[in-house]
């Protein structure tokens, strides 16, 4: 069977914290994310695509610029979260701790899934480089 792919790469400026990190990680601090969603399909559409480069633009990285760029993602847990989010509202809360893994994970398997829903297209990996030297994958 016939598998096609695309790639899309999108930065954006986010800041987070490991909670429980011995080292630097568990300080508030910042990165140049770089994702790369890998889309896939078993059949191209009527122009021979998988997808138009322009849609995962208008939706995956449109829904990262809106919920994550410029912002400081904490999870639920850490102690400062509530703090944070009641002195600055852009301080995002999400369910897991926001280590480069887990934010892979929950594009895949959470927004991805929910953006793209009733299409043909999945996105079957995302890549996150933390660092030029550093990167994460989840894939399905």
């Known amino acids: 069977m016939t598998k096609f792919s695309v790639v899309r790469k999108h930065e954006i400026h986010t800041g987070h914290r490991v909670y429980g990190h011995q080292g630097g990680c568990g300080n ?3 990165h140049s994310y770089v994702f790369h969603f ?3 399909s078993e059949n191209l559409d009527d122009l021979g695509m998988v997808i138009d480069f322009a849609i995962i633009k208008s939706t995956l990285c449109k829904w990262l610029d809106d ?9 639920k847990n850490d102690p400062l979260a509530s703090e944070l989010k009641r002195l600055d509202s852009s301080v995002v809360i999400v369910p897991y701790n926001p280590t ?3 934010i892979a994970n929950h594009l895949l398997s959470v927004v991805a899934p ?3 829903h009733g299409t043909q297209i999945k996105v079957t990996k995302v890549v996150l480089e933390e660092t030029a030297k550093c990167s994460a994958s989840c894939e399905l």
């Open 38 to 40: 890998h889309c896939s």
């Open 114 to 116: 929910k953006i793209l």
């Open 28 to 30: 508030l601090h910042g």
């Open 67 to 75: 919920n994550y760029d410029h912002r400081m993602i904490l999870w």
């Open 100 to 102: 480069a893994e887990n």
